[in-house]
């Protein structure tokens, strides 16, 4: 099996940054088939939303609300995948998970970790 552990997450005023991180363990054969890692949020009263997303071939895909502000990087040898957050606002208070997709098929998701966006 796959575990996502996720960390970074917490209170931030707007207008600042935060990043989160996300590191893949497990068994080797099935981390190392781990080619697309990226980030989802689910917000208060709405559903979960694709953030952003980074192949092992540095493809990478961003929500239209957070393109220019947040930054996705890593999928390295070791399956670690980070998520630079500046220019915060409230409407980006969620919870926010990681997910990581194997070549053959398995999907994965880590519990979560929470940030808030308030003064």
């Known amino acids: 099996q796959v575990q996502l552990v996720e960390s970074g997450g917490g209170l931030v005023q707007p207008g600042g940054s935060l990043r989160l991180s996300c590191a893949a363990s497990?068994?080797?054969?099935?981390?190392?088939?781990?080619?697309?890692m990226g980030w989802y949020r689910r917000s208060p009263g709405k559903e979960r939303e694709l953030v952003a997303e980074i192949t092992t071939r540095a493809t990478t895909n961003y929500a239209k609300s957070v393109k220019g502000r947040f930054t996705i990087f890593g999928i390295y040898a070791n399956k670690t995948v980070f998520l630079q957050m500046n220019s915060l606002n409230p409407e980006d208070t969620a919870v926010y998970f990681c997910r990581a997709r194997e070549t053959y098929g398995g999907d994965h998701w880590g519990k979560g970790t929470l940030v808030t966006v308030s003064s």
């Open positions: 497990g068994i080797n054969y099935r981390v190392s088939s781990i080619n697309v």
